[in-house]
Every structure is written in structure tokens, then in C-alpha cells.
């Protein structure tokens, strides 16, 4: 066997992630430069973006299950989770879409073509990503460009997993880098498509060139590429893979319809795109954030972040446009300051403190002592992805958490009107118990362990504004939901252990009115095992003492925490955590806890 010309020493996960959301963020900024140079209305072609980018990420995942998994799906009504990306499936779903959502936002202009060259220059980008990853990687070669890769990535497991490689050879075969073979066919198509732009007439055409040209050079790449390296189920159907003969037709289908509509095509004055549907973009945006919501748990972190990217300024645009089509044009910054202007008055009437004096001069300080109590008794899972890309190999066990701690703590504060500055320590101490599930049914692997902890923290808050930070030191444990690493082997568990562990807290807007807030490991008196992160929006309802409620999540776990004041001396703090109804572990979630303060020796 030749040696390869490099081995992949990178981490793929990584470098998988940031290259496909740069591949977005690229295509993003090139589709609204199309936008602008083509004269669309931007405010139809952000939604049109936001909601075509929102379905062909959704397609890349759904054509990706197995039977098995539809049939789940039809059965009970639940998505189930995958990491896995299939492109053709995104194209297939967002090309679906795309004459319906032009329809909608009542474009007359043909935009298809604004796409002819984002396609093929966004998989440039993210094809380089799979290479580092490792997924969609070739057959075993003895060319001297072939490429290496270290245990733990699709390459060295399917080798191994075939027999090809002994246990404890650390690099795998050398295989073809089809992935930029890949990146340099779209590179082809991109030079190919400049050259004879200019003996295309049909509007569309450059799009659907697009396909062919992709289609016609993937379906030569596809020689070179392992057989078992698709996100999902690949096979051999006479002498070529069921994916390549996909191509033939698709190359056929396409063909006809190119040069047909180019026979077809009859020139037309150039129209002008009308006034976008203003109606349908809102409705069309407010679903787009309903849907994305709801699915949140179902996209990875990184996907996510690519819906947001085309998501956000599609809400700005429509919002904007939504304030200019209902206000009147020389009362328009009128109207803006009659909105703004009474959360400013009201900002400089709130009063941060309380219920003693309100001059300025006066300062007041105060000590307080602190009792907790936090248990939980809940259930979470540990998947560990041999490899991140468009196909991994995944082990996952599930696990049953339980807990209970208890906490007391000692804080100085100093208020004056608008502003206060608290300092302290905590200290808790506990038991969590975690054991295995195999089938729901409780394994005989048990791990039971003491947590306990201190908790130096500071903190400083004015009306609008407030901001904390600390340290938790000690034996600290903490669980996520779907706690998922790239590694190899199976799960021995789903929680993490820390000797050390930052706390950060932040908060906007006026406590007494409504705000927004982050908390890190800042819950009292249980700053972890289940709830060690959340944002939250809360009100105090006009209460002028410090009392709030508050929603908060995490990302899969809702939460309705309070700080309520009963007469200068007693503060309660209660928190509940439930699951999403879309939470896989919804039978037996239970986490809860109750914080008390005594204030004492004003002065």
C-alpha cells in the first residue's frame, strides 16, 4: 500500500461545524447582494430566503431516516433526533417550496436564477468541512493524495468494521479525498456557468444548469466514493449505486426540461417586482419562528444557528416594513418616540429599592443568611458520535439521575436609590445517585457519590442593568439532557464532574417592569445537576420590593422560578423544572427547589 501524501490530524467535529456556517453565512451575503443587484423587494426576499434555508435544512435531515424511523414518525407523531445530512434531500424539499413561496410573496420576477451560483460555491465551502470530518470519504486508494485518518472518524471505523485494519492500527488506509474531488467539480461548475450565462435566455435556466452540471460531474465522483459513507442506506443495483442511477434520471428529467423551455422562450419586457405581499411575509415570519421553536430540540446546535442567521433579518425587515405600511409618513418618528418614550420616563420613576427612603444620600446596608433545598429524581441520555459530518456512528445509553442537596449561605449588601452591590459565599453539600437503563428497566451499574461545593460569588445591579459573577469549588456535578461527544466506546454515563466551575449571572431591564436574564451555575441552593444554565423573562408586576416571576429554559427544560418579599426580612425563592412536551424523557421528570433568606442588622 502507497503512503498518503497527508494524514487528518484536525478535529473534524469542529471544523465540520464553523465551514457550515460559513457555507451559510457566504451564501447569506451572496443571495442579498442577488437581491439588491437584481432589484428585488428585500423585504420579500429575506423571507423568501429565511423560509426556502428553513426547509432545505429540514430536508438534508428527513431524507436521512430509514423506514423504521418513518414508520416511528407516523406512529407517534415524534421527530426522532439525527445529526445525519443528506443534500440532495435539502435541494429536493427547498425546490419544492420555492414556487410556492414565490407565489405567496407575489414575485413576478423570476428568482431562481439569484441561486444558480450560491449552490455550487456554498458546497465548495462546506465539501472541505466534510473532508476534515471524514464522512462521505472514498474507497481505499494507493494514489499518493490519498488521505489518512485517526480512530474515531467514519474512515478508520468502517475499515476496521470490514476487517480491512487490525485492531490497534492507529491511521486508517489511505481513501480518495472525494470530498474535494467534489469542491473541485463545483468550481467547474461555477467557470462553466460564468462562460455561457450569456447563451442562456430562459429565466430559470441558470438554476436548472446548475443541477446538471452538479449532477453530471457528482455522478462520476460517486465511482470513487465508499459504498457504506451516506448518512443513509446505500446499495449496488447493477453495477452502480442507487444514488447514481437517482442522477441518470434527474440528469434525463432536467435535460429535457433545459432545453425545452430554451426553445420555448419568448422574450419579454422586463417587469418590475411589484409591491411584495406584506400579509403573507408577516404570517409566513411569525410561522417560520413557530416552527423553529418547536423544533429546536430536534436541530443540532449548529443548525440552529444557520436557521438564525437567515431567520433574524427576515424578522427585521418585515417588522420595519410593518411600521412604515401602518404609520404615517411625516408622523412616523413621532409614532417611534410615543413607543420608546414612555419605558424611558417610566425608567427614571422606577425604584430600585424598595421601601425605605428615596434620598439619594442615604445608604443602607444589610446582612443575610441563607437555608436551601433542591432534589430531583429525572431521566437523561449519553450519546457518543464516533464522527460529526453528514454521517456518524453513534452509541447511546440512557440513564436515571437522582438527587438531593442542601445549602446555606451568608451575603453583605449595600443599597442606595438605584443601585446595589451584594457580596457572599455559599456552601452545599448532597448525594447523587446515577444508575443505567437498559429498556427502561433499572441495570444493576449504579453510581452513587457525594457533591458538595463553595460558592464565593459578587454582584452588582442598577435598573435597567445587573451583572454577577463567582466560583464554585469543590466535588460539583452536573447533567445536560442529551449530553452527546465525539469519542469512541460505549456510555458509562450521563453526568460530568468538575473540581472547579464559573458562575455568571446578567440581566436587562428593569426587575420592577420586565427583563431578560442569563444565569450560569447561579441557582441557590443547588447550582447544578440539572438546571446549570437557563435563560429567563420575568416581571415584577409594578412590585416595588424586588419580587419577580420568571419563565426560564434551557434549552429542552422549562423552568417558573420567583423571588418573592414578605416584609423587609423574609425572601423566598422557589424553582420548578418540567420537561418540553417534546422532550423525550416526559413520563418521569421531577426537579425542584426552595431558597430562604433572612435579612437582618440594617444600618
Known amino acids: 500500500m502507497g503512503v498518503a501524501l497527508y494524514v487528518v490530524h484536525v478535529d473534524g467535529k469542529v471544523w465540520f461545524d464553523i465551514l457550515y456556517l460559513l457555507a451559510f453565512f457566504f451564501s447569506f451575503l451572496w443571495l442579498f447582494r442577488e437581491g439588491y443587484k437584481r432589484q428585488f423587494n428585500i423585504t420579500a426576499w429575506a423571507v423568501a430566503i429565511a423560509v426556502t434555508w428553513f426547509l432545505f435544512i429540514v430536508g438534508t435531515k428527513l431524507f436521512t431516516y430509514s423506514f423504521e424511523q418513518w414508520k416511528g414518525l407516523f406512529i407517534s407523531q415524534n421527530l426522532p433526533y439525527t445529526s445525519d445530512k443528506i443534500l440532495f434531500g435539502g435541494l429536493l424539499l427547498a425546490m419544492t417550496g420555492f414556487p410556492i413561496i414565490k407565489r405567496l410573496l407575489n414575485f413576478k420576477i423570476n428568482a431562481l436564477d439569484a441561486l444558480a451560483l450560491t449552490l455550487p460555491l456554498s458546497i465548495t465551502i462546506q465539501r472541505i468541512g466534510c473532508f476534515f470530518a471524514g464522512c462521505c470519504h472514498g474507497n481505499v486508494t494507493t494514489l499518493p493524495w490519498g488521505a489518512q485518518y485517526e480512530p474515531g472518524t467514519l474512515p478508520h471505523y468502517h475499515q476496521f468494521a470490514a476487517g480491512v485494519i487490525e485492531p490497534g492500527v492507529f491511521y486508517s488506509l489511505p481513501v480518495h479525498p472525494t470530498q474535494l474531488y467534489e469542491t473541485v467539480a463545483c468550481l467547474l461548475v461555477v467557470m462553466t456557468l460564468l462562460y455561457v450565462k450569456r447563451y442562456i435566455k430562459a429565466p430559470g435556466n441558470m438554476f436548472i444548469g446548475a443541477i446538471l452540471l452538479y449532477s453530471f460531474l457528482r455522478f462520476f465522483v460517486e465511482f470513487f466514493r465508499y459504498v457504506d459513507a451516506y448518512a443513509a442506506a446505500a446499495s449496488m443495483v447493477g453495477g452502480l449505486k442507487v444514488v447514481q442511477w437517482g442522477l441518470l434520471v434527474l440528469l434525463c428529467v432536467l435535460g429535457v426540461l433545459f432545453f425545452y423551455r430554451e426553445r420555448a422562450f419568448i422574450a419579454e419586457k422586463e417587469q418590475q417586482q411589484p409591491a411584495s405581499a406584506l400579509a403573507n411575509a408577516t404570517i409566513l415570519t411569525l410561522g417560520l419562528i413557530f416552527v423553529s421553536w418547536s423544533l429546536r430540540n430536534w436541530f443540532t446546535y449548529t443548525e440552529l444557528l444557520a436557521v438564525s442567521m437567515a431567520l433574524v433579518p427576515a424578522v427585521v425587515f418585515v417588522s420595519a416594513a410593518v411600521f412604515k405600511a401602518y404609520t404615517v409618513t411625516q408622523y412616523r418618528w413621532l409614532t417611534l418616540g410615543a413607543l420608546v418614550l414612555p419605558l424611558l420616563l417610566m425608567s427614571q420613576t422606577l425604584i430600585f429599592k424598595r421601601s425605605y427612603t428615596e434620598d439619594s444620600t442615604v445608604v443602607r446596608r444589610f446582612n ?12 437523561n441520555s449519553h450519546t457518543i458520535d464516533s464522527n460529526s459530518g453528514c454521517s456518524s456512528v453513534s452509541n447511546t445509553g440512557y440513564f436515571q439521575q437522582e438527587y438531593e442537596v442542601g445549602g446555606a449561605g451568608f451575603s453583605v449588601t449595600t443599597q442606595h436609590e438605584k443601585h446595589e452591590f451584594t457580596y457572599g459565599a455559599n456552601a452545599y453539600a448532597g448525594r447523587h445517585v446515577e444508575t443505567e437503563l437498559v429498556n427502561d428497566i433499572v441495570t444493576d451499574n449504579i453510581n452513587s457519590s457525594n457533591l458538595w461545593g463553595v460558592n464565593p460569588y459578587i454582584r452588582y445591579d442598577r435598573i435597567w442593568f445587573g451583572i454577577g459573577a463567582g466560583m464554585h469549588a469543590g466535588d460539583l456535578v452536573y447533567t445536560l439532557e442529551n449530553l452527546r461527544e465525539i469519542g469512541v466506546g460505549a456510555p458509562t454515563s450521563a453526568s460530568k464532574r468538575r473540581a472547579v466551575y464559573p458562575q455568571f449571572y446578567v440581566r436587562f431591564g428593569p426587575t420592577q417592569l420586565f427583563f431578560t436574564d442569563f444565569e450560569l451555575a447561579h441557582t441557590f441552593p443547588s447550582p447544578f445537576p440539572g ?61 425542584a427547589s426552595l431558597g430562604m433568606h433572612y435579612r437582618f442588622n440594617y444600618r
Not at 443575610?368 to 431521566?379: F, M, N, P, R, V
Not at 418579599?565 to 421531577?590: C, H, I, M, T
Open 531 to 591: 438546571y446549570r444554565q437557563r435563560i429567563g423573562v420575568g416581571s415584577g408586576f409594578g412590585l416595588r420590593n424586588g419580587s419577580f416571576l420568571k419563565f426560564s429554559n434551557n434549552g429542552a427544560d422549562n423552568m417558573l422560578s420567583g423571588q418573592f418579599v414578605l416584609g423587609q426580612n423574609f425572601v423566598l425563592e422557589p424553582l420548578y423544572l418540567w420537561k418540553g412536551a417534546d422532550s423525550y424523557f416526559s413520563d418521569r421528570q421531577r426537579q
Open 368 to 379: 443575610a443568611i441563607k437555608l436551601g433545598y433542591g432534589s430531583g429524581d429525572y431521566q
